[in-house]
């Protein structure tokens, strides 16, 4: 099924120089880029988007790390772009993340492990609604389509 996901380039990403890059990454496997933004993030959409940390003791080091700078939010596109995108990102912690994926090729850190990736259907629907207005989300109709799948995969 045709999917969406978000992205979170995180600041470690951005002060490291590797935005592009990563972007490239998802250009080169073949997801389409239906959204993408710089967004400075405050407590409270920080409180929402890890709600789920907000009681474990790394998470004020958390939040404070994802405001340094500005992040740059994605929705990828593609099909089972959600699982997909998730393999790609590797696992929490960039010291255990396979090599080849994105933590596991670029990070040493369980924190500042470059990007956040939708973990989920559910929560991509959610965090594309929580980072992107719906005109922010473009309509890519068959841009590439035809090179990029099957006819009978889409
Ligand atoms: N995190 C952390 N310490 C931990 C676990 C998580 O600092 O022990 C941070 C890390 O940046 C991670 C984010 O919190 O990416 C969200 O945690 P989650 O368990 O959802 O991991 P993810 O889905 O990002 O792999
Ligand atoms: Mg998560």
Same mark, same amino acid.
């Given at each position: 099924m045709l999917e969406r996901t978000l992205v979170l380039l995180k600041p470690c990403t951005m002060e490291r120089g590797l935005m592009g890059e990563i972007i490239n990454r998802y250009e080169k496997k073949g997801l389409r880029i239906a959204g993408m933004k710089m967004m400075q993030l405050d407590d409270a959409i920080l409180a929402e988007h890890y709600a789920h940390l907000? $009681?474990?003791?790394f998470f004020g080091i958390l939040r404070d790390s994802m405001k340094r700078t500005p992040v740059v939010a994605i929705c990828l596109e593609g099909v089972d772009a959600i699982s997909v995108v998730r393999k790609m990102t590797g696992s929490t912690n960039g010291r255990n993340a396979d090599l080849g994926t994105i933590r596991g090729d670029y990070c040493m850190s369980n924190q500042q492990n470059i990007v956040h990736a939708s973990d989920s259907p559910e929560a991509a629907q959610v965090e594309l609604n929580r980072f992107f207005?719906? $005109? $922010?989300?473009? #309509? !890519?109709? #068959? !841009?590439n389509m035809p090179r990029l799948y099957a006819l009978d995969e889409v």
């Open positions: 907000v $009681e474990k003791s207005r719906p $005109e $922010e989300i473009f #309509d !890519l109709g #068959d !841009l």
